[in-house]
């Protein structure tokens, strides 16, 4: 089955820097990567998403690439702000399976 | 502002009980999947639904089992609680099976 590498686990930054996440996946049928945020006592949140046609993708101060070659996606935050402390879950999606493999985050902490 | 709301939001339960998790979706969205998420960890797939019919499972034993309705709620219920159930119990609702998931904040369950 599927199987999606996420790194770092945790991960500091100054306010006002940029910040990277990056994950892996296995199977080359997936087909849709989604990026997650989730803060404290609420469920995941949708960010960003790419789909396997495109390379990479931008809103705002987030983006992410994808590399379908190399089986790898990242999420980039820029200008990060406290509010962007949360944790940020990677995820793959196929098609045939109908369901979202999680990677298991990276807690962020946005440093003043 | 999720369009997913679940309930209750917290529920303690002793072993072997059984118990059942409520979620009402996105109006107009016929597939919702159940997440099971450990403290610390990504949410893991427990299985889908897709018109009121299962449309995919994960790797979860048989006294966990759901139900969709035509009204755009559903359940979760499990059987015969163990210590390992306890976690936080997710509910995520699509337009269609092709990504694009709304979570709500879940259900806290512990089991005791």
């Known amino acids: 089955g599927e199987n999606v590498e996420q790194h770092p686990s945790t991960l500091s930054v100054q306010e006002g820097d940029s910040a990277v996440i990056k994950c892996t996946y296995s199977d080359s049928a997936s087909n849709y990567f989604p990026w997650y945020k989730q803060e404290l006592g609420k469920g995941p949140q949708l960010i960003i998403d790419i789909r396997s046609n495109v390379g990479e993708k931008k809103d705002q101060r987030i983006a992410v690439t994808l590399n379908k070659t190399a089986k790898h996606f990242s999420l980039h935050i820029t200008e990060t702000q406290p509010e962007d402390s949360a944790v940020y879950f990677c995820a793959v999606n196929m098609n045939r399976d109908d369901k979202i493999i999680f990677g298991k985050g990276t807690r962020l902490h946005i440093l003043p | 502002e999720t369009g997913v709301t679940q309930s209750p939001t917290h529920l303690i339960k002793t072993r072997g009980q059984q118990v059942t998790l409520r979620c009402s979706s996105q109006s107009g969205h016929n597939t919702v999947s159940w997440y099971q998420q450990a403290l610390g960890q990504g949410p893991q797939f427990i299985f889908q639904?897709?018109?009121?019919?299962?449309?995919g499972r994960g790797n979860f034993p048989p006294r966990f089992s759901g139900l969709q309705f035509p009204n755009y709620s559903s359940e979760l219920n499990v059987n015969a609680l163990e210590l390992d159930d306890s976690a936080l119990y997710l509910c995520?609702?699509?337009?269609?099976?092709?990504?694009?998931?709304?979570f709500g904040s879940g259900t806290r369950l512990t089991v005791v």
């Open positions: 995520a609702s699509s337009l269609d099976r092709n990504g694009g998931y709304t």
């Open positions: 639904y897709y018109r009121e019919e299962e449309n």
